[in-house]
C-alpha cells in the first residue's frame, strides 16, 4: 500500500481490520465510532505492564503477573457451577488456571497440553496453590503478552484486548503523509510530524501529556482544520456574484436623525460594514452579533431600508409569530410611509395571504416579515435583495450554509443573534460568515439589579413583587430546569403557577413546553398587552421579545443554569428605563463554585465576557449554540487550555486567505477532521 498520502485508509469501514466481527463493529458503531480514524481518539486510559514473566515460585499474590507454563492436565468437573481448571507447570512448581463459564474446547485450544504457553493475569492463591481465574492474556506467541498494555475505558461489550489488538494495527499501518503546515507552524511543534504524533499519543507513558508537543500538534490540527473549512466556505459563497445596491446615505441619514435615540458606535459601525457588503458586487453573507437588548433590529431595519430604497424587496424573518409581529409594528412606525410593508401570520385569513403572495410577486411590497413561513415554496418574490434572520442561534453551519442558497443570486444575507460567545469559539461556530459585533449597550440602559436568595426566603420574594405590582410592573418566573425530565420540569412549573395564583389571584399566567402554540402566542400577547401580572414558564421563554412592563424577573433553582444562560434570561428584563431586578432562587447554601458566578453576573452586564467566564467554569461545550452549532465536538482540542493554539489557527489562517494558497495540500486535513461533514464540494 502507498502509504504516503493515503487518508483513505483511515476513512475505511471497520471491516478492513482483522479480528473485528460483526458484533464488535455494531458496538463501535453505536458509539459513534464508524472508521479507523474516529477510533484513533479513544486515548489510553492507563497501562498495565505484561512485559516481565516470573518463575511461579516467585509469583506474587495479587498482582499483575506474567508466567510461561506447560499445560499438563485438565480437570473439567461435571457439576454445574464448578469451574473447569487447567494445572500448569514450570520447573519452579505449579499453577491452576481456572475457567468460570468457559468451554472445554475454547480452554483446551488456548491452553494445548505440553506447550509452552505465556498466561498473563492476577494471581490468586487457592488451597495451597497459585491461580490464575479467567485468564485473558494467554497465547504461545509470548511476544504478544509481554507488553505493555493499554487499557482504554472500557465500552459495553468490547474487551480492551481486542481494542489494543485493534489500536496496534491501526497504528503499525498509520499513512505518513507528507506536512500540510507551514514551516512557521511546524517550528512551534518541534516539527513534529502527524503520523509521529499519533504514534506518540497511544504510547502508555504519555497518558494525559497535555502540554507535549504531539498533543498540541494535533489539537492544532483539529482546530485548523475546521477554521480552514470555514473559511472555504464563506470564500465560496463571496465569490457569488451579485447585483451591487446603491445607498442612499442621504435617506438613511435623515431616518437616523428622526430616531428617538442616537445610534451607539458599534451599530454605525456594524452598519456601515453591512453597507460595505450590500453595496459590493460580491453576496453579503454576515452575521451580526450583539448581547440581549444592543440594539441589532434598528441595525437590520437600516439594512432593510437601504436596501428597498435601492429597488429591492427585503424578507425578515423570526423564529416566533410574536416577534415578528414586534418587527413588523416597529417598522410600521418608523418607516417612511411609501414603504409598504406586510406580515405573513399564521392567523391571516386565506384571501388576505393570497393577496400578500400576489403583491409580492409582483414587486408591490417592499418589505414583508414572518416567520419561516416566508421562505415556503408557494412564496414568491419578484425582487428579494436581503434576507434578514433573527435570533438564528439555532442554525447550525448546515442551515446556514442551505439558507445562503435562498433568494437567488442577487440576495444578501443578514443573520441575528443574542448569544455572544467566547471569541476563540467565533471562529469555530461562525466561521463560514463575516461577522459584525455589537458589544456597547445603549447608553441610557440602567444595570439590572442582582440578587441571591434562599428558597425559605420565597417570603421576602413575594412581597418584593406585591410592591412591584403595586408599582404597575411585571413580572417573569422562571421554573427550575430539570434536565433529566421533561415531565418533571413541566410539572414544576405547573406546581409553581398554582402556588402563586393562590398569592395573586388571577394575576398569574403560564408557559410551559407543553402549551399549544396558538395558547402560547396569546398567552404572550396577553402579558404584552398587561393584561396579568406574572408569568410563570419554564426556560422556553421566547428571546427577543421586548416586554417593556415586565421588569422584575425570578429564576429559581438557578445553580442548575449556566452563566450565560443566566444573562441570557436576565436580558428579558431591563430593556425599558425602568429600575429592573434579577432574583436568582437557590435550594441550599452555595457552593464556592455558585458564589463565583453570582459574584460575576452581579458583577458584570457584559455577555460577551460572561461567555468566557462561563467557559471556564463550564468548559465550552455547555457554551449556549454550541450543541446546535453542527460542529462536532473537538477530540483533543480545548478552547480553555488551548486558547493559544486557536489563536495561531486564527492567524494562519488570514495569512493563508491573504496570501489565497491553494487549500489542496490540506486535502487529507481536511478529508479526514470533516467536523461539519460539508465538506464534499471543497478539495
Ligand atoms: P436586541 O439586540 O436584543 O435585538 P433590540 O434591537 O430589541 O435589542 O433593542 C432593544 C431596545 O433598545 C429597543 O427598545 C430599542 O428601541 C432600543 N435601542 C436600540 N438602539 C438604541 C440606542 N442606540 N439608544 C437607545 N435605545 C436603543
Ligand atoms: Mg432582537
Redesign the pocket.
Known sequence: MNNKTNYEYLLSDLSTLSGVGTKTKNLLKKKNINNLFDLLWKLPKSYTDRSLSSKIKDLKIGEIQTVSVIPQKYNFPRIRKLPNRVLCADETGEIDCIFFNSYEGYIKKILPLGKEITVSGKIGYFRNKYQITNPKYVSEDSALIKQVHNNYSLMDGVSEKIYNKILSQIISNLPDFSEWHSKNIMSKFQNISWNKSIKELHKPENIGNYKSNFYRRLAFDEIFSTFLVNSEIRKKIKRIKKKNKIINTIKQNSFIEN?D????KD?IKSLNEINKDLSSSNKMFRLLQ??????????SLLAALNTINSGFQVALMAPTEILARQHFN?AKKIFPTNINLELISGKSEYREKKEILKKLENNKINIIFGTHAIFQKKVIYKKLGLIII?EQHKFGVNQRKRLSDKGGVDCDVLL?T?TPIPRTLTMTIYGDMDISI?REK????KPIKTYSKLETKIDDVLKFINNQIKLGNQIFWVCPLIEESKKLDHSSAVLKFKYLNKKFPNQVSLLHGKTHLEEKNTILNDFLNNKFKILVSTTIIE??I?F?NANVIVIENANKFGLSQLHQLR?RVG??NKDSTCILMFKSNLSDNAKKRIKILKNSNDGFLISEEDMKLRGFGDILGFKQSGIKNFKLADPIHNNDLFILAEKEMKRIEKSDKDIRKFKPLIKLYDRADIINDIV
Open positions: 430616531l435615540f442616537t445610534l451607539t451599530q450583539g448581547d440581549v437588548g444592543s440594539g441589532k433590529t434598528i441595525v416597529l433573527d441575528m443574542a455589537i445603549p447608553k441610557n440602559r428571546v427577543g421586548d417593556p436580558g430593556r425599558g
